[in-house]
């Protein structure tokens, strides 16, 4: 237990570091407007993300304690969750897709464009997905991986927005773009390291 809490800290101490060495380098090259868009790009799309997932991660977790003596059918759980999931961020997208530019109008005040709305939404899904994937790690207690994990996250992210920056992008964009990238690159990472809690066989009975 000493441990797990000792390795919680390192990442909570190197995850503060990265903030305060990065952020010279971000208020140089954005503005305070453009720091008001990022807040509202991760806030947007990690509302939608969290709304549209209807509590299906959670009750997975649970099913993970009362199905733990029987794993073949909590992979069957696990995947029907998964699949139900991302069945709702399409449902979902296509369905609020319609109103981004109303959205951007009205409550955005044109500030932050469709555009980045759609952006959001996407970061906000595939976060949510590693999310989902990373917190398995805590539940078997493996404080570890979870560390490791999340600190790969923010290195990478504080990596590639730096680049995007420096030599690509110049503007927000560059953190946005470097946030779903990440993600997508920490999504395939958990998945593959959480497979053996899946399998590809989707279940209706489970779903219920």
Not at 11 to 36: D, K, Q
Not at 169 to 186: G, K, N, P, R, V
Request: glycine share 4%; proline share 1%.
């Amino acid at each position: 237990m000493l441990k797990e809490t000792y390795l919680y800290l390192i990442f909570n101490i190197i995850a503060v570091l990265l903030g305060f060495l990065t952020l010279p380098i971000f208020t140089h090259y954005l503005s305070p407007e453009e720091f008001g868009i990022i807040a509202i790009f991760y806030l947007f799309g990690n509302f939608l993300a969290a709304f549209l997932s209807f509590g299906l991660m959670n009750a997975t977790y649970r099913f993970f304690y009362e199905r733990n003596e029987d794993l073949e059918k909590f992979k069957v759980i696990n995947f029907t969750n998964i699949f139900f999931i991302i069945f709702f961020f399409v449902i979902g997208y296509l369905i609020i897709s319609n109103f981004f530019d109303i959205i951007s109008y009205y409550i955005f005040d044109n500030k932050v464009d469709s555009q980045i709305l759609k952006l959001s939404f996407l970061a906000g899904c595939l976060l949510r997905l590693y999310l989902y994937f990373l917190n398995f790690f805590i539940y078997q207690g493996n404080a570890k991986l979870y560390s490791a994990s999340e600190i790969s996250y923010k290195i990478l992210t504080a990596i590639i927005s730096i680049f995007f920056l420096i030599f690509l992008i110049h503007d927000f964009y560059a953190l946005i773009y470097s946030s779903i990238i990440t993600s997508i690159l920490m999504l395939v990472t958990v998945i593959f390291l959480n497979r053996k809690l899946i399998k590809f066989k989707v279940s209706i009975k489970a779903f219920k």
